[in-house]
């Protein structure tokens, strides 16, 4: 499968949303591949890996995000589950599974019920391995700021808004995926 036929599809018509989300794609992408090929012992698809870091963020096309050129009219916290939507109804449930469980490191049914996010009420965290990396490699890369690599402080920085269940998971796949960045 092409993610490229699925982002042009679903971006038609939207040049400047088809760029950023090409281009974090394509980050996250290189990312989570380094991070495939340094760990064969993890067993992860790489194949899989590639095709799922070029859609995971295929639901901002939903969300109303006007500095990253989205003009839809759902939360942008939505656009994990909504991408998932898209992706199950393409025939694609395991790209699903990594759109739907990207955001933060992980968000849980505590979370969404305690804090009433506008999510379908259930554990938004990664499950495979697959998931896992793309979700870390995710982090590092901001759709506002095209091209920059965010570092280690500044990400686990920005994830203590998701509190700190979410840092402990981020803590947990850096000492598993990239332990030299503490170095």
């Known amino acids: 499968m092409n993610p490229l036929e699925l982002i042009d599809k679903y971006c038609e018509g939207q040049d400047e949303l ?13 990312r989570a ?3 495939v090929d340094a760990h064969p012992e993890l ?11 070029m859609l995971h963020d295929i639901g901002i096309v939903f969300v109303d995000a006007p500095r990253i050129h989205c003009h839809g009219t759902h939360k942008y916290i939505e656009h994990g589950y ?8 393409e025939g694609l449930p395991r790209h699903a599974g990594v759109a739907e469980r990207h955001t933060g490191s992980g968000i849980t049914l505590e979370q969404v019920l305690r804090e009433d996010l506008p999510l379908p009420p259930q554990d938004y965290c ?6 896992e990396i793309v979700c870390y490699a995710d982090k590092f890369y901001s759709k506002t700021h095209l091209g ?4 280690w402080e500044k990400v686990r920085t920005s994830i203590w808004m998701y ?3 979410s840092v ?11 332990p030299d960045l503490l170095k």
């Open 18 to 30: 088809k760029e950023v989300l090409l281009t974090h794609s394509r980050q996250v992408a290189d």
């Open 33 to 35: 591949l380094r991070i």
């Open 43 to 53: 067993g992860a698809d790489r194949d899989f890996v590639e095709e799922a870091a």
């Open 82 to 89: 909504l991408g998932a939507e898209l992706l199950r109804k």
């Open 126 to 131: 990664p499950r495979t391995i697959e998931e």
């Open 148 to 151: 920059e690599e965010s570092s």
């Open 163 to 165: 509190g700190s269940d």
């Open 168 to 178: 402990q998971r981020f803590d947990k796949c850096q000492v598993r995926f990239e």
